[in-house]
């Protein structure tokens, strides 16, 4: 389930895509198919991506584009574009793609079903109305964007995607190191008793059957007393 809204309008709707998937193609963090987000803007965009997807597992992307055709609204191209790149797909659907149309002044947010309760309805539209709006009417489109993204990125910091999974991975990457140190200590101690390597030289010295001192590490009691203790002729 995907929900979208368009900031200008100010409305949230569950959206289908109808179109036929649009031919842009994912560039990271930071899609500037429009070419209007200047390198020091898009860094910052990407850094507060970056570090939300490390820390919780949110996937957010921003995507800006020249036009909507051939999709009638802002909702409609987003909602494409989310299905068409997978986003969240990886992250149990938890993820955001905020796209911006530069023609129409339009902008709009996509997001998996998970992340409703976090930043759908009115905190996305509050963040929109507050930053990206006032920054799209000033052609400040980097700027708008960046604040839009941190955000919507400070109030998904308490989410933590599949943490259970990697609790249990860390879990077992400890057993598994701990182990192998064990086994390579207990290698090192048996390389150094070549007694033990070489149990003819043990056999020489009369400590096997016959030897009189109860064989096998003494288990069986005496078991070379029982033969005489003159051991195998």
């Known amino acids: 389930m995907l929900l979208c809204g368009i900031w200008a309008a100010l409305s949230w709707s569950p959206v289908e895509a109808r179109e036929k998937p649009p031919a842009l193609e994912p560039l990271g963090y930071v899609s500037d198919h429009a070419g209007v987000i200047d390198s020091d803007w898009r ?9 939300l ?35 969240g797909s990886a992250q149990e659907e938890h993820g955001v793609l905020i796209l911006l149309s530069v023609q129409e002044r339009q902008a709009a947010v996509t997001m998996g079903r998970r992340m409703l309760p976090v930043m759908g309805g009115e905190v996305a539209g509050r963040v929109g109305r507050e930053y990206l709006d006032p920054a799209i009417k000033n052609g400040h489109f980097g700027e708008g964007l960046y604040r839009t993204v941190v ?11 599949g943490s259970l999974q990697k609790t249990h991975f860390r879990g077992l990457g400890f057993w598994i190191t701990l182990f192998t140190a064990s086994g390579a200590l207990w290698f090192l101690w048996w ?19 016959g030897s009189g001192q109860g064989g096998f590490g003494g288990n069986f009691g005496g078991m070379g007393g029982a033969m005489g203790g003159e ?3």
């Open 43 to 51: 860094a910052r965009i990407r850094s507060v991506c970056q570090d």
């Open 151 to 161: 955000g919507l990125a400070a109030v998904s910091q308490d989410i933590r995607v």
């Open 53 to 87: 997807e490390r820390k919780t597992g949110v996937e957010m992307v921003v995507v800006t584009v020249p036009s909507l055709p051939p999709y009638g609204s802002a909702n409609d191209y987003a909602t494409a574009l989310y299905q068409k790149w997978g986003i």
């Open 231 to 233: 051991g195998w002729k």
């Open 191 to 209: 390389l150094s008793r070549p007694d033990l390597r070489h149990p003819y030289a043990r056999i020489r010295k009369g400590e096997y059957w």
